[in-house]
């Protein structure tokens, strides 16, 4: 016998008992996202490796060491897409939608891919819903955006969530608090693991995101950053908080929020779910005032968010779904009448199967119990049906094929 072959590595087979609840996830989001006005989009699943170095930025794990990149026959380096909001501003930028009405407000929904310790919930192709504001700088963008998420989570049924919210400021801020915090890093250096040591001037921010004890306590009297916002972004922030208390988003204010993409300035946020274990975000985004220009557009300031499907469905968010009815099984052996009644049972809308397994009598009313046929129909010798209610009991003869769809329709409540 020839090795079995495996899927790879992190990666996942959603299996016909999971794509119900999967639909369902994606028809709930469509309501809460488009009554919102947000409109579906949909970009390759490779982009230019650029897109990413530029758009995610070169010092963070997803850029040194996540992608998925490679060389078309063409000799272009190409990457597997790790994330969305990249390469929605590409689009925005390729198709001029600076001139549509702003902000453009974009979702999506597709798989991503990220070279990740795959463990529960952590995986190397993973799906994300996402939605993206772009061409507003107004605080309510970035409140609004944040209720959708809660909104959609909360509606799925996501039990233990908790929204965390912050703020980065702007560049300006920002590089004042840096310089802060690398002086911190460098005063307490001998204590801090080897990584963070290694990126004190590339990333000192992702020191807030270690695990390491002793980092952990250098961590706890490290400067904060909000205490660097300048009076503009002070406001900018109270004015998102002002709106989710108006919206009644219930939140906490988490000042050592640190995404790992670095494009984010102002406002930040994670939603996080006590169902899950170490990888407890279902979702987050913020803001990305700086984006579009950095991939070569005219400067645009932009809002959003992705979160995770496989970790939304973890943590119990599935909402309630029936798989499809079926109205009419049939017993086989089959023969073109068979064939037929089942063609027309469908296009007069009805759910119809055939029995393709040559099962006895006995057996085809086995497998409509387990469908939950409503009718099973067979024919007789003469080529008569017979036709049995499961629900009713009840057990008529009709004179030919056409005759049984008449009376299925005729059926109480079909
Ligand atoms: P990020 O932009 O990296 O915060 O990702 C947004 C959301 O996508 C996360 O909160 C997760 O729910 C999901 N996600 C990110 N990476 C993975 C992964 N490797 N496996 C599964 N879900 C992921």
Same mark, same amino acid.
């Given at each position: 016998?020839?090795?079995?072959?495996?899927?790879?590595?992190?990666?996942?087979d959603?299996?016909?008992?999971?794509?119900?609840?999967?639909?369902? /996830?994606?028809?709930?989001a469509?309501?809460?996202?488009?009554?919102?006005?947000?409109?579906?989009?949909?970009?390759?699943?490779?982009?230019?490796?650029?897109?990413?170095?530029?758009?995610?930025?070169?010092?963070?794990?997803i850029?040194?060491?996540?992608?998925?990149?490679?060389?078309?026959?063409?000799?272009?380096?190409?990457?597997?897409?790790?994330?969305?909001?990249?390469?929605?501003?590409?689009?925005?930028?390729?198709?001029?939608?600076h001139?549509?009405?702003?902000?453009? #407000?974009?979702?999506?929904?597709?798989?991503?891919?990220? @070279?990740?310790?795959?463990?529960?919930?952590?995986?190397?192709q993973f799906?994300?819903?996402?939605?993206?504001? /772009?061409?507003?700088?107004?605080?309510?963008?970035?409140?609004?955006?944040?209720?959708?998420?809660t909104?959609?989570?909360?509606?799925?049924?996501?039990?233990?969530?908790?929204?965390?919210?912050?703020?980065?400021?702007?560049?300006?801020?920002?590089?004042?608090?840096?310089?802060?915090?690398?002086?911190?890093? %460098?005063?307490?250096?001998?204590?801090?693991?080897?990584?963070?040591r290694?990126?004190?001037?590339?990333?000192?921010?992702?020191?807030f995101?270690?695990d390491?004890p002793?980092?952990?306590?250098?961590?706890?009297?490290?400067? /904060?950053?909000r205490?660097f916002?300048?009076?503009?972004?002070?406001?900018?922030f109270?004015?998102?908080?002002?709106?989710?208390?108006?919206?009644?988003?219930?939140?906490e204010?988490?000042?050592?929020?640190? %995404?790992?993409?670095? @494009?984010?300035?102002?406002?930040?946020?994670?939603?996080?779910s006590s169902?899950?274990?170490?990888?407890?975000?279902?979702?987050?985004?913020?803001?990305?005032?700086?984006?579009?220009?950095?991939i070569?557009?005219?400067?645009?300031?932009?809002?959003?968010?992705a979160?995770?499907?496989?970790?939304?469905?973890?943590?119990?968010?599935a909402?309630?779904?029936?798989?499809?009815?079926?109205?009419?099984?049939?017993?086989?052996?089959?023969?073109p009448?068979?064939?037929?009644?089942?063609?027309?049972?469908?296009?007069?809308?009805?759910?119809?199967?055939?029995?393709?397994?040559?099962?006895?009598? #006995?057996g085809?009313?086995?497998?409509?119990?387990?469908?939950?046929?409503?009718?099973?129909?067979?024919?007789?010798?003469?080529?008569?049906?017979?036709?049995?209610?499961?629900?009713?009991?009840?057990q008529?003869?009709?004179p030919?094929?056409?005759?049984v769809?008449?009376?299925?329709?005729?059926?109480?409540?079909?």
């Amino acid at each position: 016998m020839s090795e079995r072959i495996q899927a790879p590595r992190g990666t996942q087979d959603v299996l016909p008992e999971q794509t119900a609840a999967r639909a369902a /996830l994606e028809a709930r989001a469509r309501e809460v996202l488009e009554s919102a006005g947000y409109q579906r989009i949909e970009t390759p699943i490779f982009e230019h490796t650029e897109l990413f170095q530029r758009g995610v930025g070169e010092s963070t794990d997803i850029v040194q060491k996540e992608m998925y990149t490679f060389d078309d026959a063409g000799g272009r380096s190409l990457t597997l897409r790790p994330e969305g909001t990249a390469a929605v501003c590409r689009a925005y930028v390729e198709h001029g939608m600076h001139k549509l009405a702003q902000p453009v #407000k974009l979702w999506y929904l597709g798989p991503f891919f990220r @070279y990740e310790r795959a463990q529960a919930g952590r995986y190397r192709q993973f799906w994300q819903i996402g939605a993206e504001a /772009l061409g507003s700088e107004d605080p309510a963008v970035d409140a609004e955006a944040i209720l959708l998420l809660t909104t959609l989570l909360t509606d799925v049924g996501a039990r233990g969530i908790t929204v965390k919210v912050s703020s980065l400021g702007r560049l300006e801020s920002r590089a004042e608090y840096r310089a802060a915090l690398q002086e911190h890093l %460098r005063r307490h250096a001998d204590k801090l693991s080897e990584e963070v040591r290694n990126r004190i001037d590339l990333n000192p921010l992702r020191a807030f995101d270690s695990d390491h004890p002793g980092t952990r306590e250098v961590m706890a009297g490290a400067p /904060l950053l909000r205490d660097f916002l300048d009076a503009e972004d002070a406001q900018h922030f109270s004015e998102v908080l002002a709106l989710l208390d108006a919206a009644g988003v219930a939140y906490e204010v988490e000042p050592t929020l640190v %995404r790992g993409l670095d @494009y984010y300035v102002r406002t930040v946020f994670e939603i996080h779910s006590s169902e899950l274990g170490a990888q407890s975000a279902l979702g987050g985004g913020g803001r990305y005032d700086r984006l579009i220009a950095e991939i070569g557009g005219p400067p645009t300031p932009g809002m959003g968010w992705a979160a995770g499907i496989e970790r939304i469905l973890l943590a119990g968010g599935a909402p309630p779904h029936a798989a499809p009815p079926v109205d009419l099984y049939v017993a086989g052996p089959v023969g073109p009448t068979q064939f037929r009644l089942v063609a027309d049972a469908r296009r007069a809308g009805l759910g119809a199967q055939l029995d393709l397994a040559g099962r006895s009598m #006995k057996g085809v009313f086995k497998q409509a119990a387990r469908l939950d046929a409503r009718y099973v129909a067979w024919m007789n010798e003469d080529g008569s049906w017979e036709l049995k209610d499961r629900q009713g009991g009840e057990q008529i003869t009709a004179p030919d094929a056409d005759a049984v769809v008449r009376d299925v329709l005729r059926g109480p409540g079909l």
